[in-house]
């Protein structure tokens, strides 16, 4: 395994290991596989930097086996990063939208960027040379949390239903927007934020908060904001 696609499955290993289990459970689980817990732990109150401090030393075939039993792909995890979270530690955020409602995936993109969020935008943030599939790979493989906009004919699209798929079977945090059409399927049992009459930099604040309240999210965030929203309508 090349040293760049190491760094990633660890990466990826440490955000199922957090998003999954306390730090009680990562010692117990991980003592199975004969890795050791930090007895002595000094570093910031993050299981995902625990995980990744304890699998650090793992050999390839121990790493491979872990994220077969945890059922994370490998191949998926050595993908590159698109070309918008090719830089920078912010929060990786996948925003499945269809195309005639790119404007408000936008919308939302940008009033999140000030938070310390990087979206992922796939009919704004591909470039021409690019493929165009691979690229929403690479993001689904490598995002940290998924927005569905559900805008009238959402439901309709094969593209978004299976984003959401990924999304689910990744075990990442998702939220879903209210924008005309009801989540169904997987994601239908779990509470949409409405629409309203909301402005999007109303809506992004209470993403923020969500994303701050969960375990996978909150601590891949800045503790405070930068920058000044415009109200711009929605």
Partial sequence: MRPSERLKV??????????????????????????????DWQGPNSKR??????????????????AEDLEVSISAAALPLPRIWATGSELRL???????????????????KPYGVTSFVAHEDIEPTVLWQTEIERA??????????????????????????????????????????TPTGF???????????????EISKEIIALLREDDRTCDLLPKGFSGDLDEIPF
């Fill in 10 to 39: 660890i990466s990826e290993l440490s955000a199922e290991l957090q998003a999954r289990y306390t730090y009680n459970e990562i010692d117990t689980y991980l003592s199975a596989f004969g890795i050791e817990p930090i007895t």
């Fill in 187 to 201: 994601i239908g049992k779990e509470q949409a934020l409405p629409r309203r009459r909301r402005t999007a930099e």
């Fill in 94 to 112: 996948f925003v499945s939208h269809i195309a005639k409602d790119k404007d408000k995936a936008i919308r939302l993109r940008d009033c999140l």
């Fill in 140 to 181: 689904l493989a490598h995002m940290h949390c998924f927005l569905s906009v559900h805008t009238v004919g959402f439901s309709e699209s094969n593209w978004t239903q299976q984003e959401i798929g990924f999304a689910v079977a990744r075990r990442v945090k998702i939220i879903s927007l209210k924008m005309g059409e």
């Fill in 49 to 66: 930097v625990y995980s990744a401090e304890l699998l650090n030393g793992v050999a390839d075939d121990r790493l491979s086996e872990i």
